[in-house]
């Protein structure tokens, strides 16, 4: 309720208001506009349907086997995707996969831009939300190694015992932890430009 609130407010003199997304929550399995997603997955966002999709299962693994505890670590990937709603109102994700048809050679590297972005939108939720007074101490902290645990670098070690960055979607633990914390510091949807003229 608190994103949606924020977000609203903060988009209330853009060109594209704010509407806000369906909340599906999901284990194993579930039917989107995006197709049948397994629990593989994880919590998605489907531009589709604009609903955001949150598999309950992959927040028991955050905890259990990433070590991503408390409240704020889950906070964080919902964070995540609603950013993934926002860039779909402001066009940047239609624009993304145009270029990604453009640009096939690039499609990763595109992709990893987008999800650093919703990582930026997410910290700039969360500073609205400590102006506020919601937040806890260590809050931002279980964000943080939230962000580590689930970079492709440490997935891809985890999995493997190796790390490929060419076959990247999301970025590094290192990448995402930046991103989240350039948009928690500055509180500016402006601050978030991951893709820096990658568009045009």
């Known amino acids: 309720d608190d994103m949606e609130e924020t977000w609203t407010r903060l988009l209330i003199e853009s060109p594209v208001p704010y509407r806000a997304p369906k909340l599906v929550l999901f284990r194993e399995g579930v039917d989107s506009a995006c197709g049948y997603q397994g629990s593989a997955v994880g919590p998605f ?3 589709g349907d604009q609903k955001v999709y949150l598999d309950l299962s992959f927040f028991d693994d955050l905890q259990r086997d990433l070590g991503a505890k408390g409240d704020f670590a889950r906070a964080y990937v919902v964070g995540h995707e609603i950013g993934h709603h926002l860039q779909t ?15 096939v050679a690039d499609k990763n590297a595109l992709s990893v831009r987008l999800e650093l972005q919703a990582d930026c939108l997410s910290g700039v939720w969360a500073h609205e939300a400590e102006a506020k007074g919601l937040l806890e101490p260590g809050d931002i902290r279980e964000a943080l ?16 015992g190796s790390v490929r960055p060419e076959s990247w979607t999301h970025g590094s633990s290192a990448q ?3 991103w989240f914390r350039t948009g928690y510091d500055s509180g500016r949807l402006d601050a978030c430009d991951t893709f820096s003229g990658a568009l045009d």
Request: proline share 5%.
């Open 89 to 103: 109102l402001l066009g940047i994700t239609p624009r993304m996969r145009r270029a990604q048809q453009q640009r």
């Open 45 to 47: 966002y489907c531009p």
């Open 176 to 178: 995402r932890k930046t």
């Open 145 to 160: 190694d939230a962000a580590m645990a689930i970079g492709d670098d440490t997935l891809q070690r985890r999995a493997t």
